[in-house]
């Protein structure tokens, strides 16, 4: 019976992914509203669990796929990747008011050049501290400070080492989990609490799943406007990336 219960959920990999993930959810906000009164969303913990579940996975299987190793969970593979993704980014759109969108303006505009710019200098700065001192490395690393999107699309572009690129995907994760965690304790401070600032705070932040983890954890309401300005402040990150910035950096240490 365990053998006839394995081989079904093995061959339909992608329900047993959908079951799998959904457990885990459930078990992530039911920890956030048990022990943080959610003030530590269920997502961040859902992250954390999904990074320990790849650890462990990897080493028990040797594979570099994470949960997607185990082949009871290939299915978690595809809904871990880029099509299903972009397909949620695009998602939140559908909730937004295009007149709450007018109002950001200027300031919008302005909080994605800011952000994508100072992110990248506090990660190619970080880089150049740790000994990647080349405009190949710093850009790269800097990028994934970016997101750790930019990071893999610009280290790609300009040729950088499958390590560096690591790295620079490393930096974008463990930024989108500072972002989740600590946003909804600074939000009072910031006056996070109206569509504006939460444009405004996806353009800096960037991070579309920290900035959405974030905000749903304020107020539900908020995701839509962070997520559309992230979702901007990625394609400006991945434009600027490996042009710009990277020519910046090689001007200055080259």
Known sequence: MEDILLDVLTKNGLLTGFAVIGFT?????WLSSRFTRGKLHGSAIAIMLGLALAYVSGLFTGGQKGVADVPLLTGVGLLGGAMIRDFAITATAFGVHFQEIRKAGASGVVSLLVGVIL???VGAAVAAAFGYTDAVSMTTIG???????VGPVT???IGASSEVMALSIAAGLVKAI???IASPFFAPRIGLDNPRTAMVFGGMMGTTSGVCG???AIDPKLVPYGAMTSTFYTGLGCLLGPSLLFLATQALVD
């Open 25 to 29: 959810m459930l078990v992530s906000y």
């Open 178 to 180: 500072l972002v989740m």
């Open 214 to 216: 974030a905000l749903a």
């Open 119 to 121: 992110s990248f200098v």
């Open 155 to 157: 280290g790609a572009a």
């Open 143 to 149: 990028a994934g400070a970016v997101t750790y999107i």
